[in-house]
């Protein structure tokens, strides 16, 4: 069964890896098995759209992000769409439509706005090169809103309120996971299409980077779409590992709160350290899908894999 998975951090394990200093070996998206979601993986997963973040470590000093966000960007260009013509470039959400057999779509993304800090012109620019959701923050503050890790919590700047307004107007997804609990509702306020990209139940894993059952609730009330997240700790709480029950339990909960035409999946492989017994990379997906088709009907679980994400912004549309 295909899927579409909404969150992946291999730019910025290829970018690290072409940093290294004298490195004998750089990672390939081909074959590096260090990959979570290299080429190899992706087939063998049955993965249709895979969507790569731009991510900057938060050490990295605020006048050298722009270039480590271009450093990812030409990554995504010429390392994983330039050496491997199945892999096809995602500009338009309609071009998911057009996916032939045997190619899987990428989709460019940013998680935090750290990279254009005040600019609104490398914002534009980053329109430009075919980026389609941004996470206005990862757990740390910015110039746009407090990360879930921000002690004090604030929501939303009157700059970060732009930027989610310039969202809207270019079609871009505004992606609701790391932001604060104030952040959260003000972006509700404001974006179009707000979606989860990798996020899992607070009620059931009382994480921060977890949504609670108000936000869940809010996010189906505007029928915005939240994919569950693979990181063991966003699963069961501070544990370092998890079955695949035990995530299935989250889609469970999302369902009961009404929301089994929203669900998608997000794994954040890459970025995490941990993993789910038997969903290690890209090539276990179907060891979750397999386990979902004894709990739910064929079609649900169509949805869940890429079907509701395709309902929402391929053949509902951005305008």
Known sequence: MKIIDTHCDALLKLQLSRRIPFSKKQLQFKDSPELNTNLQFLRKGDINVQFFAIF????????????????????????????????????????????????????????????????????????????????????????????????????????????????????????????????????????KYPIASHSNVFTLCNHPRNLNDEQIKAMFAQDAMIHVVFWPPFINHKQSDATIHDLIRHIDYLCELGGIKNIGLGSDFDGISSFVTNLENASKYQNLINELLKHYSEDEVKGFAHQNFINHYVEGGIV
């Open 56 to 191: 900057i470590m938060p050490d990295v000093p605020i006048d050298e992000k722009w270039q480590h966000a271009l450093e990812q960007i030409d990554i995504f260009y010429h390392k994983i769409l330039g050496k491997n013509p199945e892999m096809k470039h995602v500009k338009d959400w309609q071009d998911i439509k057009n996916l032939k057999v045997g190619e899987i779509g990428a989709v460019l993304t940013l998680e935090g706005a750290d990279a254009f800090g005040n600019d609104l012109a490398k914002l534009r620019m980053l329109y430009q090169l075919g980026v389609l959701s941004i996470g206005l923050t990862w757990n740390n503050a910015n110039l746009c809103a407090d990360g879930v890790e921000e002690p004090r919590g604030a929501g939303l700047t009157a700059f970060g309120k732009e930027v989610v307004q310039l969202n809207n107007e270019n079609g871009v997804l505004t992606d609701v996971s790391h932001l604060s609990i104030r952040a959260f509702w003000d972006v509700m306020e404001i974006a």
